[in-house]
């Protein structure tokens, strides 16, 4: 990277990553290294990389990471133990496919839902099938992240903003658009496979917020 790129990059990072849930390219990777229970990912995603900073934050899959090395095409990054643990990352090699969404900046349009990259468990895929010119998404959810599902309401699936279309126990159902099958890795979802999941953080507000009004009586 130049410096005069570096330079206009710095321009406009922001100290809060903050991220939409609007995947804006599907990213590959393109070297994984592992060692001590971290790992070290080298991913192409030109569109990208061409607007990001070493420094920056960078949602793969809805995590959130910091970029590392940056060149013309591919962004570089590291992963460590927490992150491997709690999120799907683990199961990457070379060659799978990323949902790559730079932090917002301001100025800049929120068009899905706050999303902060921060995974709060990982669902499992159910089944996913045709349904008129989209297709339906069935996934099991954490236990413990069932409380913050309401139908209508917004869930991010491997760093996608969606709405879900029925929460019930144990179950968590949304509708792909043909967009969101082109634009982004969910279409090729097969049964049994592991997603990233980050429940809207009003949801986690509100419930604070009304737990320490019911402690204060």
Avoid: W
């Amino acid at each position: 990277m130049s410096a005069s790129r570096r330079s206009r990059a710095k321009g406009t990072r922001i100290v809060q990553a903050v991220f939409t849930g609007i995947v804006r390219e599907v990213g590959r990777v393109a070297a994984l290294d592992r060692e001590d229970g971290s790992a070290r990912l080298r991913v192409r995603a030109p569109e990208t990389a061409s607007r990001t900073a070493v420094g920056d934050s960078v949602s793969l899959n809805g995590v959130c990471l910091t970029a590392t090395e940056v060149t013309n095409a591919e962004l570089t990054f590291d992963a460590v133990p927490e992150t491997l643990t709690r999120s799907s990352l683990r199961l990457l090699h070379e060659g799978s496919t990323l949902n790559v969404e730079s932090a917002l900046r301001a100025g800049e349009p929120l068009g899905g839902h706050i999303v902060q990259g921060h995974v709060d468990g990982v669902a499992r895929v159910l089944s996913l099938d045709a349904e008129g010119e989209g297709m339906r998404l069935k996934v099991e959810m954490p236990d413990e992240l069932e409380r913050y599902c309401v139908e209508k309401g917004s869930i991010t699936l491997d760093g996608v903003s969606l709405t879900v279309a029925v929460s019930r126990p144990g179950r968590l159902e949304v509708a792909l658009v043909p967009h969101t099958l082109e634009a982004t890795t969910l279409g090729g979802l097969k049964p049994g496979a592991e997603v990233n999941v980050e429940v809207d953080v009003l949801a986690k507000h509100v419930e604070r917020l009304l737990e320490a009004r019911g402690r204060l009586g």
